[in-house]
């Protein structure tokens, strides 16, 4: 079975610092990982995915992404936060050998000006 | 990068009645997943919709209630059968363009039942 956790309910960051968004995962296989961004009365976007290679990600709007195979995490990161960042933040996982993919229950991120 | 484009994209029904959601996309795909969230919660996958045979229901959720079509590779619907408002939330459709990639989501329909 796989399963993703976001710990977080809630993140908050002051415009220009740094952000993380955390999320773990467990599958059987071999993940593939995604995050998803959703502004409000929006559907979901596509931020950036791991299936192979490096472990670190880039993806829109500069977020980024480091899979950590020994801790099971695929935390979000943005060097420098935007006040139009704060949206809903869905971390996602399939197993190679399925087909579906399992969403976390979201982090809502706030960035205050 | 998909289109999915879905209607209605919001309706209000009353009690008792059935509401088929249509989604469409812009390429041939092979699978689609039909979602439910309530506003601000996460995704709840109800069913996979595979064309040429019949759809995939997850726990929790039965043909009876919610069936699915899927005549061809780029089109589906979704019915909401005797809606009641514990229905009422937003249904999305979504598929991946190549399978194991990421999936790519239509905007949603928001149901009200009233």
């Known amino acids: 079975a796989q399963s993703v956790a976001q710990p977080e309910d809630q993140v908050n960051v002051a415009e220009g610092n740094p952000l993380t968004v955390k999320c773990t995962y467990s599958?059987?296989?071999?993940?593939?990982l995604f995050w998803y961004v959703q502004y409000p009365n929006r559907g979901l976007q596509f931020l950036l995915k791991?299936?192979?290679?490096?472990?670190l990600v880039k993806g829109s709007y500069g977020f980024e992404a480091e899979f950590n195979k020994s801790q099971t995490s695929f935390h979000l990161k943005k060097p420098s936060a935007l006040v139009s960042d704060s949206a809903l933040y869905f971390c996602?996982?399939?197993?190679?050998?399925?087909?579906?993919?399992?969403f976390g229950s979201g982090t809502r991120l706030s960035i205050r000006p | 990068s998909a289109v999915i484009s879905q209607k209605p994209s919001r309706d209000i029904c009353q009690r008792g009645t059935s509401l088929t959601i249509q989604c469409q996309v812009d390429?041939?795909?092979?699978?689609m997943f039909w979602y439910r969230q309530q506003p601000g919660q996460s995704l709840t996958l109800i069913a996979t919709?595979?064309?040429?045979?019949?759809?995939?229901?997850e726990s929790g959720f039965v043909i009876d209630k919610f069936p699915i079509s899927r005549p061809n590779l780029t089109f589906s619907t979704l019915t909401v059968s005797n809606m009641s408002p514990e229905d009422s939330s937003i249904y999305l459709c979504?598929?991946?363009?190549?399978?194991?990639?990421?999936?790519?989501f239509g905007p949603g329909t928001r149901l009200t039942v009233l």
């Open positions: 599958v059987s296989g071999n993940p593939y």
């Open positions: 996602a996982v399939r197993d190679s050998s399925a087909s579906k993919i399992i």
């Open positions: 791991y299936i192979t290679g490096d472990n």
């Open positions: 979504s598929s991946p363009i190549n399978p194991y990639n990421e999936q790519f």
């Open positions: 390429s041939q795909v092979t699978m």
């Open positions: 919709a595979n064309q040429g045979s019949e759809a995939t229901y």
